[in-house]
Structures are given as C-alpha cells and as structure tokens.
C-alpha cells in the first residue's frame, strides 16, 4: 500500500463531473461523513446536517441547471445544510463549508472524486428535500469515482494572492 501525504492530496485534487456507474462502498462513504462530522465549528455548535442523496429522481429533477447536469449521474450527492442559531449566528455556513470541505479531501485520499455545486434554487431545493425554514442549503456536493482525469486549472501565482503584516 502507498501513502500520501495529506498535502499531496489537497495539491492533486480536482473537481469531478463524470463519474463511473460504481456504487460507493458503505465503509467508504461512512469515512467521508465521519471526516464531515469531525469538522471544526464555531463554538463547537456544529450546526450542519447532512442530506446524503442516491435515488436517481431526486437527483435528476436537481440537474435540471445550467451548470449542474451531472448530478443525475453522480453515485453520490450531498446537500450540506446549516443553521444559524444565536451563538453560531453567520459562522454556521462556514463552519458547514469546512465540513463539506473535509467531505471533499477524505473522499479524494480514498479515490473517490467530487464536485462542488452552486448551481441550485435554494427554495426548489428545500421544498423537494423537506428541508425545514430555519435551515440554508449551503452547496450540493457529487461524489463518484472518476471515469475522467481533469487537468489542473491556472492558479494566480501567490504573491498575487498573499500579503505579508499588510495586505
């Protein structure tokens, strides 16, 4: 077996958007949510929840964007949903981001690729999925191993997106 160094895998991942027609394994997916939940958040309030989705109608009426067509044929989407109470206030989406961002590296280290996906109406999303008012959809996210190897996008040089004691 070879190992990986987690800062390999953050370096190589790339976005995903076709997938093989392969279920993912039950232990696997538990990782990746398991990575998920161990997520750092404000106040420790972790006020995500998680809508892991595979039946194909529900996906396919959620592909029906410009930029969102492969969800249908994603193994695999979660909705990543969070909610503002008074302690967590704004921080609840980003602390869901980085849990869905965990989601996204934990699947990558197990050969599993993602997407994430902004391209939704919060309200269809929420209405199909029973999502309560109190609740924001903060991204859809497909996973699936890759049935495609996407080359690395041009990234601005880091000086141009790093200041030292200034910005």
């Not at 939940?37 to 595979?54: D, E």
Request: charged content about 25%; glycine content about 8%.
């Amino acid at each position: 077996m070879m190992f990986v160094s987690l800062v390999d895998v953050v370096l190589s991942r790339r976005s995903v958007r076709r997938y093989e027609q392969k279920e993912i394994p039950k232990n696997v997916l538990d990782k990746i949510l398991e990575a998920a939940r161990q997520a750092p958040s404000a106040g420790n309030r972790q006020p995500w929840h998680f809508i892991v989705l595979t039946d194909y109608g529900i996906k396919k009426e959620l592909s029906k964007g410009l930029f969102n067509r492969f969800i249908k044929d994603s193994p695999v989407t979660i909705v990543g949903c969070a909610h503002a109470d008074l302690i967590a206030g704004r921080w609840s989406t980003i602390s869901t981001a980085i849990a869905l961002q965990n989601m996204v590296i934990a699947a990558w280290a197990m050969g599993v690729g993602s997407c994430w996906i902004g391209d939704f109406k919060e309200g269809n999303v929420k209405k199909l999925l029973g999502i309560p008012n109190k609740w924001c959809v903060v991204a859809l996210i497909s996973f699936g191993y890759p049935a495609e190897k996407p080359h690395p996008k041009r990234k601005k040089p880091i000086e141009e997106i790093v200041g030292v004691n200034k910005f």
